[in-house]
C-alpha cells in the first residue's frame, strides 16, 4: 500500500523559513518523479514544485521560485521542500504525491505564515 | 482566475449522469494529457482519470474522461452519495512550464 505521509508544518512570521518532509512506502521511491501542490484556505489546488526520479531536473511555479528548494534522499525514501522568505499567501495545506501524474497524495500538512 | 476553467458546481440525483468540463488552451490540454481528481475536505486527493482517459488500478468504471481539442471532461454514471466532493483537472502548461490546475467543481449529490 502506498503511503505518503507530511510533516514539518506549522505557524511562522512573513520572512520565515520552514523545512516539509514527506516520507514514503508502499512504491520503489527512487524511481518515481515527486511532487509539492498546495491548497490556500478557500481555494484549490496549486501545483509547487516536481523533481526527477534522481534529483537531476527540478520544476517549480512562479511564485516560489528563489524561495523554495525540493530535493529528495532515495535512500531515505523521503522528499522535502526547503521553504524560506515565507509570505503570508504560502499559507496552505501542502501535498506531497508521486508520479508524474500525481498518483497517490498524502494527507498535508498545514503552513500557516502569520504576524 | 485559474488557467483550467471549470464550473464551480455542478449536482444531480442518486443513478444520475452528470459531466464536469474543463476548458483550456493550446498551451496544456490542447497538447499534452489530462488528469482528474477527487478531494474530500480532510482527505487525500485521488488520482481517477490521468492521460485524458485511463483509469487507475481501483477506479470504478463509473468514471470516464474524454478530450476533444482544448476541453477534457470527466462523467460520472450511477451518481453515489459518496461521490459528493470537489473535482479537478489538471495538465502540463508548456507556456508557463508549469502544472495547472483547474479551479475545482464541486459536485453535490441530492
Known amino acids: 500500500e502506498v503511503q505518503l505521509v507530511e510533516s514539518g508544518g506549522g505557524l511562522v512570521q512573513p520572512g520565515g523559513s520552514l523545512r516539509l518532509s514527506c516520507a514514503a512506502s508502499?512504491?520503489?521511491?527512487?524511481?518515481?518523479?515527486m511532487n509539492w501542490v498546495r491548497q490556500a484556505p478557500g481555494k484549490g489546488l496549486q501545483w509547487v514544485a516536481s523533481?526527477?526520479?534522481?534529483?537531476?531536473?527540478?520544476s517549480y511555479v512562479d511564485s516560489v521560485k528563489g524561495r523554495f528548494t525540493i530535493s529528495r534522499d532515495n535512500a531515505m525514501n523521503s522528499l522535502y521542500l526547503q521553504m524560506n522568505s515565507l509570505r503570508i499567501e504560502d499559507t496552505a495545506v501542502y501535498y506531497c504525491?508521486?508520479?508524474?501524474?500525481?498518483?497517490?497524495w498524502g494527507l498535508g500538512t498545514l503552513v500557516a505564515v502569520s504576524s | 482566475q485559474s488557467v483550467l476553467t471549470q464550473s464551480p458546481s455542478a449536482s444531480g440525483t442518486p443513478g444520475q449522469r452528470v459531466t464536469i468540463s474543463c476548458s483550456g488552451s493550446?498551451?496544456?490540454?490542447?497538447?499534452?494529457?489530462v488528469s482528474w481528481y477527487q478531494h474530500l475536505p480532510g482527505t487525500a486527493p485521488k488520482l481517477l482519470i490521468c492521460r485524458d482517459n485511463q483509469r487507475p488500478s481501483g477506479v470504478p468504471d463509473r468514471f470516464s474522461g474524454s478530450k476533444s481539442g482544448t476541453s477534457a471532461s470527466l462523467d460520472i454514471s450511477g451518481l453515489r452519495s459518496e461521490d459528493e466532493a470537489e473535482y479537478y483537472c489538471a495538465a502540463w502548461d508548456n507556456g508557463l512550464s508549469s502544472w495547472v490546475f483547474g479551479g475545482g467543481t464541486s459536485l453535490t449529490v441530492l
Open positions: 493550446s498551451s496544456n490540454i490542447g497538447t499534452y494529457h
Open positions: 504525491a508521486n508520479g508524474d501524474q500525481f498518483d497517490y
Open positions: 508502499g512504491f520503489t521511491f527512487s524511481t518515481s518523479w
Open positions: 523533481i526527477k526520479k534522481d534529483g537531476t531536473e527540478k
